[in-house]
């Protein structure tokens, strides 16, 4: 059984950092493929982050290339994402996902409101 708990969500200024944590059970956690989505009031949850079983590789949305980075520790079971020069679009709730094989494990998710 996999569980995912989201935190680190919150209200912050335009410009301003927040760093997500999403913390797993299980023992799939150092072979998986760990990712960040969001979804904004209205509109559908879309891909934010992506990272490898071993941290090596990742990927991001273009909305957030260059401000955001995924990053995982095995040992803590723990994946990041540190949100850098926020902006009021980037205002959702925050998600994370755990894919092993072919099973997909969703968080609770966490709201992140940038206020203008």
């Known amino acids: 059984q996999v569980q995912l708990v989201e935190s680190g969500g919150g209200l912050v200024q335009a410009g301003g950092s927040l760093r997500l944590s999403c913390a797993a059970s299980?023992?799939?956690?150092?072979?998986?493929?760990m990712y960040w989505f969001r979804q904004a009031q209205g509109k559908e949850r879309e891909f934010v982050a992506f990272?490898?079983?071993?941290?090596?590789?990742?990927s991001y949305a273009d909305a957030v290339k260059g401000r955001f980075t995924i990053s995982k520790d095995n040992a803590k079971k723990t994946v990041y994402l540190q949100m850098n020069s926020l902006k009021a679009e980037d205002t959702a709730v925050y998600y994370c996902?755990?894919?092993?094989?072919?099973?997909?494990?969703w968080g609770q998710g966490t709201q992140v409101t940038v206020s203008s």
């Open positions: 996902k755990l894919r092993v094989v072919t099973n997909d494990y």
């Open positions: 299980g023992r799939t956690f150092s072979t998986a493929f």
């Open positions: 990272i490898g079983w071993s941290g090596g590789t990742t």
